[in-house]
C-alpha cells in the first residue's frame, strides 16, 4: 500500500494546460480502470474530478480529463483558470477492496 | 441535498480511544458502500477503511487492521469508526466519504473531524 507517486507541484499561467502524472504499479494503477482524481482547496474537502479513469461526474468542466497508459494515470486540465489552484490527489483500486492515494500535486496559477 | 456531518474528534493520548461518528442524509445510506478517508496535518490523502452497504464486509489500511474498526447503523443512517490503542502517526482530520455510482470513488464528503494523538 505505497503511495502513488505525483509530482509536487507544477506552475502554469492561466489559459495554457497542465497534465499530472499519477504513477503506481501493475497492482493498481496499471491493473485496473478504477483511477480516480480529487481537488482540494485549503480547509476544505475533497471534490471528485474524474472516475474510472476518464470519466467526468455532472458538473466538473469538460476543461478537465483523464487518461492511463500502463502503470501511469494523467490528469489534464485544459484553459486552466485562477480557481484552479487547488491540490490535486488521483486514487486508485488496489485490489482486494483496498485502495490507495498518489502523493499530492499543488497546482499554482502564475 | 447529500450531508455527511462527522463528529467525535478531539485530543487523546496514545494508547487511548475514540469514536468518530457520521450521520448521512440525501441519499438512501443503506444501499451503498462508506469509507473512511484520513489526512494528516499538511500530508496527502490516507484510505483508512470500507464497509459494505449491509455492513457484512470490512477492509483496512494495513497499519490500523487491528485497531480499528469501521460499522454503520443503517436504522441511524450513521457510520462509525471505534479507533482504539492510538499512535501519535494517527494525528489527522478524518472523512467519511461514499457514493452512490460505486464503491470504488468518492463523490461525497464529510467537512473532517480533526484527531489529536499525543504522546
Known amino acids: 500500500q505505497s503511495a502513488l507517486t505525483q509530482p509536487r507541484s507544477v506552475s502554469v499561467s492561466p489559459g495554457q494546460s497542465v497534465s499530472i502524472s499519477c504513477t503506481g504499479t501493475s497492482s493498481d494503477v496499471g491493473g485496473y480502470n478504477y483511477v480516480s482524481w480529487y481537488q482540494q482547496h485549503p480547509g476544505k474537502a475533497p471534490k471528485l474530478m474524474i472516475y474510472?479513469?476518464?470519466k467526468r461526474p455532472s458538473g466538473v468542466p469538460d476543461r478537465f480529463s483523464g487518461s492511463k497508459s500502463g502503470n501511469t494515470a494523467s490528469l489534464t486540465i485544459s484553459g486552466l483558470q485562477a480557481e484552479d489552484e487547488a491540490d490535486y490527489y488521483c486514487?486508485?483500486?488496489?485490489?482486494?477492496?483496498?485502495?490507495?492515494f498518489g502523493t499530492g500535486t499543488q497546482v499554482t496559477v502564475l | 441535498q447529500v450531508q455527511l456531518v462527522e463528529s467525535g474528534g478531539g485530543v487523546v493520548q496514545s494508547g487511548r480511544s475514540l469514536r468518530l461518528s457520521c450521520v448521512v442524509s440525501?441519499?438512501?445510506?443503506?444501499?451503498?458502500?462508506m469509507h473512511w478517508v484520513r489526512q494528516a496535518p499538511g500530508k496527502g490523502l490516507e484510505w483508512v477503511a470500507l464497509?459494505?452497504?449491509?455492513?457484512?464486509?470490512?477492509y483496512y489500511l494495513d497499519s490500523v487492521r487491528g485497531r480499528f474498526t469501521i460499522s454503520r447503523d443503517n436504522s441511524k443512517n450513521t457510520l462509525y469508526l471505534q479507533m482504539n490503542s492510538l499512535r501519535v502517526e494517527d494525528t489527522a482530520v478524518y472523512y467519511c466519504a461514499g457514493s452512490t455510482v460505486t464503491t470504488d470513488i468518492f463523490n461525497y464528503w464529510g467537512q473532517g473531524t480533526l484527531v489529536s494523538v499525543s504522546s
Open positions: 474510472d479513469v476518464t
Open positions: 486514487c486508485s483500486y488496489a485490489g482486494s477492496y483496498t485502495y490507495v
Open positions: 464497509i459494505w452497504n449491509d455492513g457484512s464486509k470490512e
Open positions: 440525501g441519499f438512501i445510506f443503506s444501499k451503498y458502500g
